[in-house]
């Protein structure tokens, strides 16, 4: 079983639809993380997740909503997005949000909006 | 806001050649990290650095924390194939102690 988990792998969807990426850590961490990663620019922190407590929101638009029902679990529902928010979606978790604690990916959702 | 300078963009090398990339901060940091990330995955970590001239090697992979703290280093020795991919730095520091990444250094290497 991998550490991090993202389902799915690839998602393809009209502006008009609504959609939740999925991602589930098996490490026994409590901070998890969303990114976009575009391509030629550094990844992009969107939003932070400690203690299934939201602690980070990089003014991301309202058209992506995080859920962290659990400590293992964090969602990222989708909805009117537009063709700019085409992009790798990575998911990562560690065991703190302070200090140096690594962070750990999972392989990502690669989104694409037609 | 924070920056990370990391170069070079690109490598392209001939297999047994030895690599080196660098990244360089604006700000001090505490925490230097690499990760590498292969097609179709999500970045693996690589190494992990907590002190100034910290030297950390993992296989043919060497990384050191800058003595100043606003830089690191990444080394490949005797490359491979299979060491293609894209090599990334992340620091942690500075007014936000926010961890940020670089735009990565892709590479690639000759058979």
């Known amino acids: 079983e991998t550490g991090v988990t993202q389902t799915p792998r690839h998602l393809v969807m009209g502006m008009t639809n609504k959609k939740s990426l999925k991602c589930e850590q098996h490490l026994g961490h409590n901070a998890m993380y969303w990114y976009k990663q575009s391509a030629k620019k550094p990844l992009e922190l969107m939003f932070v997740y400690s203690l299934e407590e939201r602690v980070e929101n990089n003014s991301v638009p309202s058209r992506f909503s995080p859920e962290c029902p659990n400590s293992s679990h964090l969602f990222l529902h989708l909805h009117t997005l537009q063709p700019e928010d085409s992009a790798l979606y990575l998911c990562a978790s560690s065991s703190g949000t302070g200090g140096g604690q690594p962070q750990h990916f999972g392989d990502g959702t690669r989104l694409s909006i037609l | 806001g924070q920056q990370l300078n990391q170069s070079p963009q690109s490598m392209f090398i001939q297999e047994g050649e030895d690599v080196s990339m660098n990244c360089t901060s604006s700000s001090i940091f505490n925490t230097w990290l690499w990760y590498k990330q292969d097609p179709g995955e999500g970045p693996v970590l690589l190494i992990a650095l907590y002190k100034a001239g910290e030297l950390t090697s993992n296989g043919r992979l060497t990384a050191q924390f800058g003595i100043t703290r606003k830089d690191s280093f990444l080394n490949i020795s005797a490359s491979i194939p299979s060491d293609v991919g894209i090599y990334f730095c992340?620091?942690?520091?500075?007014?936000?102690?926010?961890?940020?990444f670089g735009t990565g250094t892709l590479l690639a290497v000759q058979p």
């Open positions: 992340a620091g942690r520091g500075g007014a936000t102690n926010k961890l940020i």
